[in-house]
């Protein structure tokens, strides 16, 4: 039989094993979708997700993250780009030995919050909230599966997204990430013309690939040669007007609590420019579409696989 990605979804492997959770993805076929999505491009996601080339979000469409990565992917790989080659590319991405939609089933802890039912966008406003928590179950479990809050919603039709409900979600908690175990990282790369981030390893291979926002027309990338000053997780966010151009000249300084909705996500990765680094946004679409105030964004579960690698004096290069 002709290996295409059509015919990903007749092989069958065990199932994923999941590091670091007590909850459970079934190890069971997944259940059959009561819609039909385009599994080919959602498991080519999946795929490239778990071989720490990020998509980004993952949405089921053919967009320019996707086909950057894979091209990254291969480029990284040596495999020769084009029809005729993707039968290498899969098998590189192990496609025959992962079911890229697994069923989970959500505990009473993922729906108990806290939540925030609204957000406000004026910075002084979201200042006065004890957390900037998630807005819902669904976007917590979208965070989660590296998914668009409205792909799950389409591979579970009926869901309620409740405790106790089995759902359909993408397989990438199974993976192998990249992370502390790995040597970690010996250059950081951000290149703003292609917007993405690489990290290399000391033998010069990329140990990890995804796309990101950075810089803009009036808050350029400070390109050059830099270093990694400090990672802190689940960030305080100073918020200071006079930082930015677009700012609303009533506002005061203020801070804004943790959370995964804080501007800068759930991890904060400073730079040897004052200002300046590498973190997480709440606006997980947005990445790779457009721009951002100087730094540079990353999906936060993105930017947390970067943490894992780097640690203070890590080399950064932002280029044009």
């Given at each position: 039989?002709?290996?295409?990605?059509?015919?990903?979804?007749?092989?069958?492997?065990?199932?994923?094993?999941?590091?670091?959770?007590?909850?459970?993805?079934?190890?069971?076929?997944?259940?059959?979708?009561?819609?039909?999505?385009?599994?080919?491009?959602?498991?080519?996601?999946?795929?490239?997700?778990?071989?720490?080339?990020?998509?980004?979000?993952?949405?089921?469409?053919?967009?320019?993250?996707?086909?950057?990565?894979?091209?990254?992917?291969?480029?990284?790989?040596?495999?020769?780009?084009?029809?005729?080659?993707?039968?290498?590319?899969?098998?590189?991405?192990?496609?025959?030995?992962?079911?890229?939609?697994?069923?989970?089933?959500?505990?009473?802890?993922?729906?108990?919050?806290?939540?925030?039912?609204?957000?406000?966008?004026?910075?002084?406003?979201?200042?006065?909230?004890?957390?900037?928590?998630?807005?819902?179950?669904?976007?917590?479990?979208?965070?989660?599966?590296?998914?668009?809050?409205?792909?799950?919603?389409?591979?579970?039709?009926?869901?309620?997204?409740?405790?106790?409900?089995?759902?359909?979600?993408?397989?990438?908690?199974?993976?192998?990430?990249?992370?502390?175990?790995?040597?970690?990282?010996?250059?950081?790369?951000?290149?703003?013309?292609?917007?993405?981030?690489?990290?290399?390893?000391?033998?010069?291979?990329?140990?990890?690939?995804?796309?990101?926002?950075?810089?803009?027309?009036?808050d350029p990338l400070p390109f050059g040669?830099?270093?990694?000053?400090?990672?802190?997780?689940?960030?305080?966010?100073?918020?200071?007007?006079?930082?930015?151009?677009?700012?609303?000249?009533?506002?005061?300084?203020?801070?804004?609590?943790?959370?995964?909705?804080n501007p800068v996500g759930v991890v904060?990765?400073?730079?040897?420019?004052?200002?300046?680094?590498?973190?997480?946004?709440?606006?997980?679409?947005?990445?790779?579409?457009?721009?951002?105030?100087?730094?540079?964004?990353?999906?936060?579960?993105?930017?947390?696989?970067?943490?894992?690698?780097?640690?203070?004096?890590?080399?950064?290069?932002?280029?044009?």
């Amino acid at each position: 039989m002709k290996f295409t990605l059509k015919t990903l979804s007749y092989f069958v492997a065990s199932a994923a094993i999941l590091f670091g959770t007590s909850t459970s993805i079934a190890a069971e076929r997944p259940v059959p979708p009561t819609r039909a999505v385009g599994l080919a491009e959602l498991e080519l996601q999946v795929l490239l997700d778990r071989a720490n080339f990020s998509p980004g979000q993952i949405d089921d469409e053919n967009g320019k993250n996707s086909r950057e990565a894979l091209a990254a992917f291969e480029a990284a790989r040596g495999i020769v780009p084009g029809a005729r080659s993707r039968k290498a590319a899969l098998v590189a991405l192990g496609a025959s030995a992962v079911e890229a939609i697994v069923s989970y089933t959500i505990t009473a802890e993922d729906a108990a919050g806290p939540f925030n039912k609204t957000i406000p966008e004026d910075a002084t406003e979201q200042s006065k909230l004890p957390g900037l928590y998630y807005k819902s179950v669904l976007e917590e479990l979208a965070a989660r599966f590296h998914s668009a809050p409205a792909l799950l919603k389409r591979l579970n039709l009926r869901a309620r997204f409740a405790a106790g409900e089995r759902i359909r979600v993408p397989n990438v908690l199974g993976a192998k990430q990249a992370g502390p175990g790995h040597a970690g990282a010996a250059k950081i790369v951000v290149s703003k013309k292609a917007s993405v981030l690489m990290v290399y390893d000391r033998e010069g291979h990329v140990i990890f690939y995804a796309p990101v926002t950075s810089g803009s027309e009036h808050d350029p990338l400070p390109f050059g040669n830099w270093v990694i000053t400090d990672v802190v997780r689940n960030p305080t966010y100073n918020y200071n007007p006079d930082l930015f151009w677009d700012a609303n000249p009533a506002n005061a300084k203020v801070k804004i609590a943790a959370g995964p909705n804080n501007p800068v996500g759930v991890v904060w990765m400073g730079i040897n420019v004052p200002h300046y680094g590498i973190h997480g946004t709440p606006e997980a679409g947005e990445i790779g579409h457009s721009q951002s105030h100087g730094c540079v964004r990353m999906t936060n579960w993105d930017a947390s696989r970067v943490a894992d690698l780097v640690k203070d004096g890590t080399p950064v290069v932002f280029e044009e």
